[in-house]
């Protein structure tokens, strides 16, 4: 098994930023990529990053693209989620995921390319 637990949520001023973590534990990390999803009430779950095994590689939607920055610590076992620049319609749960499947393209964007999850956190950014 796989576990993932998030951390940094909180709440933040629009213009402002937070760095959310995620460790990951239970079973070799080195080789898999890693994803932050979000999720607002009454919306679906939206991928916000994505990064290869070796931090070599990201991808990012356009929604975020230039204010997110996905990074990871493989001695570590962490991978981190750069928010500037928030705003109010980032308002959601934060999720990290962990796919071995080695998305690409659109893939990055969906949920089932993801086999294990963390429980969340919750960031709130007010204008």
């Not at 920055?69 to 749960?93: E, F, G, W």
Request: net charge positive; proline share 3%; aromatic share 14%.
């Amino acid at each position: 098994q796989v576990q993932l637990v998030e951390s940094g949520g909180g709440l933040v001023q629009a213009g402002g930023s937070l760095r959310l973590s995620c460790i990951v534990s239970g079973r070799t990390f080195d080789h898999y990529s890693m994803g932050w999803f979000r999720q607002a009430p009454g919306k679906e779950r939206e991928f916000v990053a994505g990064i290869r095994w070796n931090g070599g590689t990201t991808y990012y939607p356009n929604s975020v693209k230039g204010r997110f920055t996905i990074s990871r610590d493989n001695t570590k076992n962490m991978v981190y989620l750069q928010m500037n620049s928030l705003k109010p319609d980032d308002t959601a749960a934060y999720y990290c995921a962990v796919s071995d499947k080695r998305p690409y393209g659109s893939r990055w964007y969906h949920a089932t390319e993801y086999a294990y999850w963390g429980q969340g956190t919750q960031v709130t950014v007010s204008s």
